[in-house]
């Protein structure tokens, strides 16, 4: 199935994949959404956080504000292969990998398996699938073992990714830059 793109056509599966990814408040998920909404409506938003505290109900009011008419939300923390498969053609902003990551970290999950089951997911999407994900590898070394842990599985996963995806941009200061 193909979506359209202003005039030329997105496939889906790897080829229809946009990986963005970016420093905190680096403006990556204003992009990644513009990115999505070139293509006609419905879109479907993946919200992968889990909102614990004030501040996260904050700023999940703040994205959800901005998101206009026609964006469907699944909050799904973990299994977000079956989302992507439920989505059919329809276009897919999955918001973060990073904190999709960290909660599986947290649940003790099994992530090579979960990244294949993700590699997979993406493959038969008949649609196309923007994917956000923060870029984490840049300072110093973490001192404790499971943030070098996350550290280590965030490139790993961004690198899997990004072997195939059609389209990589990294933003920094609200700036595109296009990798792939
Ligand atoms: N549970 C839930 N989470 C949401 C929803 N909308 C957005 N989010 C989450 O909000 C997170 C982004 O929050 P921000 O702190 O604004 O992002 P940021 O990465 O610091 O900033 P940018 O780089 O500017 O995007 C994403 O990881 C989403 O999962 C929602 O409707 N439900």
């Known amino acids: 199935m193909q979506a359209s793109d202003g005039g030329t056509h997105v496939a889906g ?62 909050e799904e923390a973990r299994d977000i292969a079956p989302v992507l498969d439920a989505a059919g053609g329809r276009p897919v902003l999955v918001d973060c990998l990073t904190l999709w990551l960290t ?12 990244r294949d089951g993700l590699l997979s997911a993406l493959r038969r999407r008949g649609g196309p699938t923007v994917l956000v994900g923060n870029e984490v590898g840049l300072g110093i070394v973490p001192e404790n073992a499971l ?29 595109p830059m296009e990798m792939k």
């Open 13 to 74: 599966g790897m080829a229809g994949a946009v990986l963005v990814l970016g420093g905190a408040r680096s403006g990556k998920s204003a992009f990644a959404e513009g990115v999505v909404t070139r293509w006609p409506p419905p879109w479907t938003y993946v919200a992968t956080s889990r909102v614990y505290d004030a501040e996260m109900r904050e700023r999940v009011a703040v994205h959800r504000a901005r998101r206009a008419q026609g964006w469907d939300t699944v």
């Open 147 to 175: 943030a070098r842990r996350f550290r280590d599985e965030a490139g790993l996963l961004h690198q899997a990714i990004a072997r195939e995806a059609g389209r990589v941009v990294f933003v920094a200061a609200g700036l």
């Open 103 to 114: 909660n599986l970290l947290l649940d003790g999950c099994d992530i090579a398996a979960a």
